[in-house]
């Protein structure tokens, strides 16, 4: 597992930031610290007061990687981090010991406000530096301390082309954080300027919920410890899906941080992760060029999941309300006449400068002004000073390719404003009330309806056919096919009648549940015959679980027997030639078709063909299965 320190974050390749232990005890004079960087400053900091000689030398050479957050839906990068670097030059074991020997020389401050000055100015030579997000780590020992939302701060980011929406604050969870009154307001106060805080490291440090709660951050950083191997780790699956839940219920977006794995990712986004950062979308790099502002292979790899799964976008998009939304910086006057004209609406979402949304205003917070004689000039008398940051409430975000079950969850929990914002790549989409959530889950139960085996409710066969066809598309990765049909069925439902045959089929759909957990993909094409399918699983566990679903059902369909049949192991009845024979009790065969990775893209019909033909043969077998490799196709000449 990748350890991730306070700063550092993740180097740029295996290895990199290693320091030997001597170099800790070392400490190089400023004419040779001075002698090690050449360049210099894009410009002298702002802030800075007066830093001790060494201090300034060393501010030349230390420089910041970037690495990217991503949206997990769509690939589109959402911001990126600031990672220091190069603090091994100068005697440092780790970047914390850096800080804290600017602690000791009562610097911290001047030197934490310098290096966010310098990566604001680095940050902005991309192209696209207004549209994203720049987290910025905060040691915690100076977050009152530090100007953040002076005028300073305001002159490096008008000249740098940035407002204070694309500023996030990192709060480290691994280092304590006072929990005082003035470090409460100190928080509020860098809120109050339309700056973002994010709370890093989630889960691993002091405060846990107690920080969440007070703090109320715009983002939360689940940490890689939550994140690593969670693919095969259900108590992992658990904390994080619920720590996803309640910072939805909180308005909070979770990234998860660290995720280095295909699996890692497809796990962190069904659980709800809207944003992801690791080495899977890219290591930290110096290079601005090296940047990109839409990562598409984090877009194959969703829209390859998204199509494993039926997706409720099309339902969440066709009952959206499309409020307008209000900027953050709207005069209250206005908001009131947003009310006065639009009188049927009960709230009016909030969103930043980049169009992501902060909240709702709701009537109710709006009401003493609208209804009070002198509410109107309070407002406009500038000592008031009533703005509408002052009064956004939260609401639970989600994003427009959540499954509806969990918009409900999360939507059921205490909701004053009771709606839900809905975004799509972060930005703000629109609204859903009580009224159109009940719409999308009527809509989606009814679809839901019509593809589903009416007896076993398991997918028919139009959703068989969408995965057969969706997985035949997929030459990159390994599928495998498993069609199920009953042996000896027919005497069993003539001597035992339809309702012992429907117990019988019920009873295999059961077994199919509980025995291919691995599979995810089961339906049921109709009488007594199912199918599953398996995506990039071990073929070998595959057949494992298909033999372990026959034997169990071998097992527990003689409880469907009469005392006779059970002793003998058979029952008499007609063949389909109208013969009079003895029957053994039923079993299940099974055809399985695996269907590698590179093959070509074959038909849904060649491989019905292929499992067709192969189901006779399982039959046949003497252990009542039978497997063959799709093989690949040949170049035309």
Known sequence: MTNISLYGGEPEEPGHERVHPGWAARRMSASALAGRETRPLAQAPVYIRRLPTDFEAMLIGLEHAFQPIVNSHSGVCFGYEALLRNVDRYGFGSIQEFFDACEGAGVLSEMEAALHEKAIIKFSQLPHADRVKLFLNVDNRVIDQLPLPG??????????????????FEISERLPVRQDQEMME??????????????????????????????????????????????????KKFLLSHIVDIARL??????????????????????????IQGYLVQRPTRRMSELRMHYEDITVLSARERRRKTSDYQFIKDNLEPIDAIPIDTPMLSVLQKFSDRPRFAYFPVVDAMGMPLGVV??????????????????????????????????????????????????SVD?????????????????????????????????MARDQNPLTRMAGNTLIEEFVS????????????????????????????FRTGDRAILLFSEIMRRTLRSACFLGHIGGDDFFAGFRAGDSEAALAAVVQAQNQFAHEITSLYDAEARVSASITGEDRGGHTRAFPLMRVSAAVVRVPAGRGIRTTDEVVQLMTSLKKDAKQAKDNIASVTLPALQPQD
């Open 186 to 235: 100190s928080l509020e106060r860098i809120k109050g300027q339309g700056l973002n805080i994010a709370v890093d490291d989630f889960g691993v440090g002091f405060s846990g919920l107690q920080l969440l709660y007070r703090v109320e951050p715009d983002y939360i950083k689940v940490d890689r410890f939550f994140i690593a191997g969670i693919k095969e780790d259900n108590r």
């Open 470 to 497: 969706e997985a035949l598309m997929d030459t990159a990765e390994d599928y495998i096919f498993a069609y199920f049909d009953f042996d000896y069925f027919k005497p069993f439902n003539d001597r035992y009648g």
């Open 250 to 275: 909180l308005g909070i977006t979770v990234i998860a941080e660290g995720v280095e794995t295909e699996r890692e990712f497809l796990v962190c986004k069904e659980l709800g992760c809207d944003l």
């Open 151 to 168: 005028k300073p701060l305001d002159q490096i980011l008008s000249k740098a082309g940035l407002s204070r929406s694309g500023i996030v």
């Open 362 to 411: 709701r009537e109710a917070d709006v009401k003493y002004f609208v209804y009070s004689r002198f509410g109107r000039d309070l407002l406009s008398n500038r000592s008031f000073a009533v703005t509408l940051d002052q009064i956004v409430s939260t609401c639970p975000v989600v994003d427009i390719n959540s499954r509806a079950e969990k918009i409900l969850e999360v939507f």
């Open 415 to 447: 909701n004053p404003a009771q709606c839900a914002i809905v975004t799509e790549n972060m930005h703000y989409l629109g609204t859903l009330n009580a009224q159109s959530l009940l719409g999308i889950l009527t809509e989606k139960n009814l679809t």
